[in-house]
């Protein structure tokens, strides 16, 4: 999905997950969020396509996922290089073997849930806001002292500046009952993907 540049949003709906983890078990969990690969910023014209989830959408995203990451690494890093058509095909196959119309679809569907997902706080499994969790995770990294100081602070520095780009207000409120109803599932497969 590389190809695809997603919103700084989805970005910091990762990192705010593998952040969270840095917090509750220290340095070494942070070493691995740091190792994750970073998504770039998409070009201004490219805005994320706010729309209303389905349970069917969440349900084949949490299908597809597995094959979709296999994938992953066959992926250009740069959005200006074009993909193998093999690999864009198989991607195509994959989104449409699990009710997509399109991989692009399978993509703006992605966007939308990690939208969501990045105002959870990992800790009460509750939609707080993207800002808030941000706040959070400022403030459990600014009390860990087993965190080392160079880290420490890249990590705040990372953060503070997503802090001063807000994310999109959220348009279809529902979509934050379903993303809660899939919660566990929705975060482990993004903690799994940036594991990889």
């Not at 808030?132 to 520095?157: E, G, H």
Request: aromatic content about 4%; proline content about 6%; charged content about 25%.
């Amino acid at each position: 999905m590389r190809d695809i540049a997603r919103p700084a949003v989805a970005a910091l709906a990762i990192v705010g997950l593998a952040l969270s983890a840095a917090a509750l078990s220290g340095g070494h969990a942070f070493a691995q969020a740091q190792q994750a690969p970073a998504q770039a910023a998409p070009p201004a014209d490219a805005a994320m396509k706010q729309m209303a989830l389905t349970d069917k959408q969440i349900q084949g995203v949490l299908a597809a996922q597995k094959d979709m990451s296999a994938l992953d690494d066959k992926l250009p890093d740069s959005p200006n290089v074009k993909p193998d058509p093999k690999v864009t095909a198989q991607l195509e196959a994959i989104a449409k073997k699990n009710g997509f119309a399109s991989y692009a679809e399978y993509n703006n569907v992605m966007d939308n849930i990690s939208l969501v997902l990045g105002g959870f706080d990992p800790a009460t499994k509750k939609y707080v806001g993207a800002e808030t969790v941000l706040k959070q995770q400022i403030a459990a990294v600014q009390a860990d002292n087993k965190m080392p100081t160079k880290d420490k602070k890249q990590a705040l520095d990372e953060m503070n500046a997503a802090l001063k780009t807000p994310a999109p207000v959220i348009e279809n409120k529902g979509n934050i009952d379903l993303v809660a109803k899939y919660y566990d599932k929705l975060a482990d497969m993004l903690s799994d993907d940036s594991d990889d």
